[in-house]
């Protein structure tokens, strides 16, 4: 629909002016899930300040933003209402779990398995893709209500504006997403998303019903004031870690995990875009560091940001100095310009994240209904689904890579074939053809009837891979089952993986094997094959 994404190569006026537009993104975000995780919003800043530059400057991915999200602030709030109950140490215990998270994903990062994000099938990335850009989509919406007071238990009532507030947000908006979507055909010197936000900022100037990050802020603190110094590093001494350090290995593992998925989802997301390739590993080492520093420093932990990722990619940010410029500009508005960043009108950065929405949903896949097979559909809204209910974008993937792992199975154990290669009094040769695994080993066994067969069966292996501890538990039973009937069950063709899994087995298995039994290689196995068919067609005639 929009051709936000374009291959191109950056440069450092691009990463810096980039870098700067994502800076202004970044505050409400990293506002709005402090307030998620019950903490102070300098806390989700200054993570968003640790995350993104640690991450753009020695991470896996280039142009890839990370910071404070929805998802870290759902899981580090446990901890921070945990630790409000043992003693008022909210954000000790939250500290504490943000840095166990950190070394749980330097350790993933050493052991390499950063690599495993690879085996996320498509229907799963393009299900988390569409899931992830309605979450976004709907997560602007809370920008168009306001904190009118408490109930009678205390929790903070919204409702949505109206009147000329509504129309005066939803115009901005508007505004926004068209001076984005029409002003790199006028210039593409400065990102257009830069300029929108300058010029809607300037318009909102004249306008008393805009509003800005200074009503958010003054509606959930009280105060529409943003300004804090540089934090100093503070161990949580406080945190009784004996007592309770099974809670918190739980909550940073849980952390750890899903700042991996969504940030390995992320570079393989923009991987695509660029057509280029992030390094997985490296990407969990840096994603560790900067969750310990940011725990160390004062901040809520974070992982990849895809909107603000894509933000970056849009505007022109494609090397780490766009991360860099994002993070440093962050923490010179927190500490120097507060004031003026508060100002910025909430209607220009959601419609900037309504762009990124557009920009972000996979548009082609409702041109796959009736082109695919159903199954990758179902995979495709499962994931979607799951992402838009639960917002747990960990649990989403994990959900479509079972379900994508459940349909191989269930095809593939449908094709397994048994067929008679040579069939006289004495001796009868099955060939198997297909992949003999958990999954099919029933349909393989029901094919043979031991009672009934000949003397000799000799199973010819050389179009089939026996896979896992069930083929060789099936190949065995089935030995068993000839054996018991006064028969003999021999193999051949026997590829060096299988041979070796019968070896490793040892006595487990008690299969013969064919003495004569050649070496099983690609050429060998064509020589036989032909040698078999001319035999046959020399004994038809």
Same mark, same amino acid.
């Given at each position: 629909m929009f051709d936000l994404f374009q291959k191109k190569r950056g440069n450092l006026k691009d990463d810096s002016l980039s870098g700067l537009t994502v800076s202004l993104a970044l505050v409400p975000e990293a506002i709005a899930f402090s307030f998620i995780a019950g903490v102070d919003p300098l806390v989700g800043l200054w993570a968003a300040v640790f995350m993104g530059f640690i991450t753009s400057a020695f991470g896996g991915r280039p142009g890839m933003i990370s910071g404070a999200t929805g998802a870290i602030a759902v899981v580090a709030g446990k901890a921070f209402e945990f630790g409000q109950d043992q003693g008022g140490l909210g954000t000790q215990?939250?500290?504490?779990?943000?840095?166990?998270?950190?070394?749980?994903?330097?350790?993933?990062? $050493?052991?390499?398995?950063?690599? %495993?994000?690879?085996?996320?099938? &498509?229907?799963?990335?393009?299900?988390?893709v569409n899931g992830l850009a309605i979450v976004i989509g709907l997560g602007q919406l809370g920008f168009f209500k306001k904190i009118t007071g408490t109930d009678e238990s205390g929790a903070k009532v919204m409702e949505w504006i109206a009147g000329n507030e509504m129309s005066t947000m939803l115009g901005l908006v508007l505004l926004t997403m068209a001076i984005i979507h029409f002003f790199p055909k006028l210039s593409k010197a400065v990102p257009s998303t830069l300029i929108a936000i300058v010029v809607v900022g300037f318009i909102s100037l004249a306008l008393p019903d805009s509003r800005t990050i200074a009503d958010i802020l003054s509606e959930n603190t009280g105060s529409g004031k943003l300004s804090g110094a540089f934090p100093v590093p503070s161990w949580p001494s406080d945190v009784d870690f004996a007592a309770h350090w099974q809670f918190i290995l739980k909550i940073?593992?849980?952390?750890?995990?899903?700042? *991996?998925?969504?940030?390995?989802?992320?570079?393989?997301l923009i991987d695509e875009l660029t057509e280029t390739r992030g390094k997985g590993n490296r990407e969990c080492l840096a994603q560790g560091a900067a969750n310990f520093l940011s725990g160390l420093f004062g901040g809520m932990g974070g992982c990849a940001m895809i909107g603000q990722s894509l933000i970056n990619i849009k505007s022109g940010g494609r090397g780490r100095t766009s991360g860099i410029v994002a993070a440093a500009s962050l923490a010179v508005f927190i500490l120097f310009a507060g004031?003026?960043?508060?100002?910025?009108? *909430?209607?220009? @950065?959601?419609?900037?994240? %309504?762009?990124?929405?557009?920009?972000?949903?996979?548009?082609?896949?409702?041109?796959? +209904?009736?082109?695919?097979? +159903?199954?990758?559909?179902?995979?495709?809204?499962?994931?979607? =689904?799951?992402?838009?209910?639960? &917002?747990?974008?960990? $649990?989403?993937? %994990?959900?479509?890579?079972? =379900?994508?792992?459940?349909?191989f199975a269930w095809e593939s154990s449908r094709h397994v074939h048994v067929s008679v290669v040579k069939d006289t009094p004495e001796e009868r040769i099955y060939a198997l053809d297909g992949l003999l695994y958990f999954g099919s080993v029933r349909e393989f066994s029901d094919r043979f009837q031991?009672?009934?067969?000949?003397? /000799?069966?000799?199973?010819?292996?050389?179009?089939?891979?026996?896979?896992? $501890?069930?083929? @060789? #538990?099936?190949? /065995?039973?089935?030995?068993?089952?000839?054996?018991?009937?006064?028969? /003999?069950?021999? =193999?051949? &063709?026997?590829?060096?993986?299988?041979? &070796?899994?019968? #070896?490793?087995?040892?006595? @487990? *298995?008690?299969?013969?094997?064919?003495?004569?039994?050649p070496d099983y290689t690609v050429t060998r196995l064509r020589a036989d094959a032909e040698k078999e068919k001319t035999n046959e067609n020399k004994v038809n005639s």
């Amino acid at each position: 629909m929009f051709d936000l994404f374009q291959k191109k190569r950056g440069n450092l006026k691009d990463d810096s002016l980039s870098g700067l537009t994502v800076s202004l993104a970044l505050v409400p975000e990293a506002i709005a899930f402090s307030f998620i995780a019950g903490v102070d919003p300098l806390v989700g800043l200054w993570a968003a300040v640790f995350m993104g530059f640690i991450t753009s400057a020695f991470g896996g991915r280039p142009g890839m933003i990370s910071g404070a999200t929805g998802a870290i602030a759902v899981v580090a709030g446990k901890a921070f209402e945990f630790g409000q109950d043992q003693g008022g140490l909210g954000t000790q215990y939250l500290f504490a779990a943000i840095m166990v998270a950190g070394v749980i994903q330097i350790l993933f990062g $050493l052991c390499k398995l950063g690599r %495993f994000i690879r085996l996320v099938p &498509h229907p799963v990335m393009i299900g988390f893709v569409n899931g992830l850009a309605i979450v976004i989509g709907l997560g602007q919406l809370g920008f168009f209500k306001k904190i009118t007071g408490t109930d009678e238990s205390g929790a903070k009532v919204m409702e949505w504006i109206a009147g000329n507030e509504m129309s005066t947000m939803l115009g901005l908006v508007l505004l926004t997403m068209a001076i984005i979507h029409f002003f790199p055909k006028l210039s593409k010197a400065v990102p257009s998303t830069l300029i929108a936000i300058v010029v809607v900022g300037f318009i909102s100037l004249a306008l008393p019903d805009s509003r800005t990050i200074a009503d958010i802020l003054s509606e959930n603190t009280g105060s529409g004031k943003l300004s804090g110094a540089f934090p100093v590093p503070s161990w949580p001494s406080d945190v009784d870690f004996a007592a309770h350090w099974q809670f918190i290995l739980k909550i940073g593992f849980t952390i750890a995990m899903v700042g *991996i998925i969504e940030s390995l989802m992320t570079l393989q997301l923009i991987d695509e875009l660029t057509e280029t390739r992030g390094k997985g590993n490296r990407e969990c080492l840096a994603q560790g560091a900067a969750n310990f520093l940011s725990g160390l420093f004062g901040g809520m932990g974070g992982c990849a940001m895809i909107g603000q990722s894509l933000i970056n990619i849009k505007s022109g940010g494609r090397g780490r100095t766009s991360g860099i410029v994002a993070a440093a500009s962050l923490a010179v508005f927190i500490l120097f310009a507060g004031a003026i960043i508060v100002q910025i009108p *909430i209607a220009a @950065l959601v419609g900037v994240m %309504f762009m990124v929405v557009i920009g972000t949903f996979e548009w082609s896949t409702f041109k796959t +209904f009736g082109r695919v097979p +159903f199954s990758e559909i179902v995979v495709i809204l499962a994931v979607t =689904l799951v992402t838009v209910i639960m &917002h747990d974008l960990a $649990l989403a993937v %994990f959900v479509g890579v079972l =379900l994508s792992t459940l349909r191989f199975a269930w095809e593939s154990s449908r094709h397994v074939h048994v067929s008679v290669v040579k069939d006289t009094p004495e001796e009868r040769i099955y060939a198997l053809d297909g992949l003999l695994y958990f999954g099919s080993v029933r349909e393989f066994s029901d094919r043979f009837q031991a009672k009934s067969d000949v003397k /000799n069966i000799v199973l010819d292996l050389a179009h089939a891979r026996v896979c896992d $501890l069930s083929a @060789l #538990e099936a190949i /065995n039973a089935l030995g068993e089952r000839y054996r018991k009937a006064g028969k /003999n069950l021999r =193999l051949r &063709h026997i590829s060096p993986d299988c041979r &070796h899994m019968l #070896e490793r087995a040892g006595s @487990l *298995i008690k299969i013969d094997i064919l003495p004569d039994d050649p070496d099983y290689t690609v050429t060998r196995l064509r020589a036989d094959a032909e040698k078999e068919k001319t035999n046959e067609n020399k004994v038809n005639s």
